[in-house]
């Protein structure tokens, strides 16, 4: 089989797709990469064997492959039988990282691997399995991998120490499919612009299933709109709320709004509101924190002065009473949804960690009407903590962000956004870090900035 026909047969089995996917990230990629649909076609698992010892470099010398676990060990495995060479697999699971089964297979340190992936995205898997390899006292040669899809391809062997080889690049799997028609010319415009203006990669490890359809509404727009900023308008009169708001608009992915706290409220409010999020697109998340038995919270989110579940997209909600209070809040409705708290970011708040758990749970459980978690911590591991046990699918959003502010004289404390996201916060919610700056406008500027490294 010849590479091109290699290529097509990846497309005959669903392995390369094209179409609109959504990534973890929340960006929208026009394609789709999943090669660990090979294992089920042994021809092609034969081919892509062949193809690779066609290709292997002649100037390296080593003594292992390894497969990354999983996508890798299959290629590696029928590499090793067809080019006569042991093979080495190192663990996935967690536990076994450093220990001395963590690699299954003989070698002896100062050995040389040549390590086999099927596709680099970040390159992330790559260099931790050379880390381990690395921390079993083996020596990297290198690593050959199907597809290289990352955005950057340049200098991997100066900033990692060890080249890198592929089969091919995505430039080159589009242009094959493009001459044989099997995508058209508008399709391969479309993913060259991708591929230029993203360095986002997709795997179908990137690939995520939402809760629901308003957390991957949310996400997309994240993704499209290129900020995770949450804008928390707490001010007291509608003219300083739109006024702020119509400079932010363009900034920000969703508006967090504490609707009781406006002096001057009338229901006209609402429709300039709605006409707001349609002008800059955004989405509305009114941060009731419902709290009562099921019957009262219906009452307070569906009708009263504010009609809250008529135009906010998402509330938040604590789970003090329990899990009916959703039942109360949504089982009538359709197309909302919420945000449970977590963690808070006030000072010596009553928030345990069995409490954090249980409302994870209940969210888990409850994913069509809960887009995710609010949460807070100490600092960027803290964050990193919670964020782990935050179930897949779910959002966490994280108050109590400022950048020149380490809290306020009643309870608030803050972390700067470089520590909310490196902790893993899918955004930041900020509030006087731009409501109370002389220039709202560049004070957002900046959170959104500092909400995407
Ligand atoms: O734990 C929390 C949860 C929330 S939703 N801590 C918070 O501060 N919030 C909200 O985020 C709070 O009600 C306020 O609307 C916003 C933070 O505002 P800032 O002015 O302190 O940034």
């Known amino acids: 089989m010849t590479k091109t026909e290699f290529i097509k047969e990846l497309h005959r089995i669903g392995a390369i797709k094209f179409g609109s996917f959504v990534l973890k990230s929340g960006i929208t990629s026009p394609f789709y990469l999943n090669l660990r649909l090979i294992v089920s076609h042994p021809q092609l698992l034969k081919s892509i064997s062949s193809l690779i010892t066609q290709s292997l470099p002649l100037n390296i010398s080593y003594d292992h492959l390894v497969g990354v676990p999983y996508a890798g060990i299959p290629i590696a495995s029928c590499l090793a039988v067809d080019i006569n060479k042991p093979l080495l697999i190192p663990r996935k ?29 970040s390159g992330e898997s790559i260099l931790e399995t050379a880390d381990n390899l690395k921390n079993h006292g083996l020596k990297i040669a290198g690593a050959f991998v199907v597809i290289d899809r990352r955005a950057d391809q340049d200098n991997f062997e100066s900033r990692n120490g060890f080249p890198l080889f592929a089969l091919f690049n995505i430039e080159e799997v589009v242009s094959v499919l493009f001459e044989d028609s099997l995508i058209s010319k508008a399709q391969k415009e479309e993913i060259n612009e991708f591929l230029k203006s993203s360095a986002i990669p997709a795997s ?12 991957e509404k949310l996400s997309t727009l994240m993704g499209s709109k290129q900020t995770r900023l949450v804008l928390s308008l707490d001010v007291e009169d509608s003219n300083t709320f739109f006024d702020i708001l119509e400079k932010t608009g363009n900034e920000i992915a969703l508006l967090k709004t504490h609707i009781d706290i406006l002096k001057d409220f009338e229901p006209s409010f609402i429709t300039r509101l709605q006409e707001m999020s349609q002008k800059y697109n955004f989405l509305i ?17 569906q009708g009263g002065v504010y009609n809250i579940s008529d135009w906010a997209e998402f509330v938040t909600v604590h789970m003090i009473a329990g899990e009916h209070i959703l039942n109360g809040l949504f089982d009538n409705i359709q197309n909302r949804s919420s945000f449970l708290l977590a963690k808070m970011s006030a000072k010596n708040n009553l928030i345990s960690e ?30 990193a903590k919670l964020k782990k046990k935050i179930p897949k699918g779910f959002l ?32 930041i919610i900020v509030g006087r ?21």
């Not at 179908?204 to 957390?215: A, G, H, K, P, V």
């Not at 109370?436 to 900035?449: D, G, Q, T, V």
């Open 93 to 121: 699971e967690e536990k076994a990282y450093g220990s001395k089964d963590a690699i299954i297979g003989e070698f002896a340190a100062g050995e040389k691997c040549l390590i086999i992936e099927d596709i680099i995205t």
């Open 204 to 215: 179908n490890e990137d690939t995520l299933q939402f809760s629901n359809t308003l957390t």
């Open 285 to 301: 998340f009114e941060d009731r924190k419902f709290a009562d038995i099921g019957n009262t919270v219906r009452h307070q989110y």
């Open 354 to 383: 069995n409490y954090t758990r249980k409302v994870l749970e209940i969210g888990k459980k409850y994913s069509s009407v809960v887009s995710g978690f609010i949460g807070h911590g100490a600092n960027a591991e803290e964050i």
């Open 396 to 427: 966490l959003l994280m108050p109590g962000v400022q950048i020149d502010s380490k809290g306020d004289s009643l309870g608030q404390t803050y972390l700067s956004p470089e520590s909310a996201i490196k902790g893993g916060a899918d955004a």
């Open 433 to 453: 870090g731009i409501t109370h700056s002389s220039n709202p406008l560049e004070a957002a500027k900046r959170y959104r900035e500092a909400s995407l490294i």
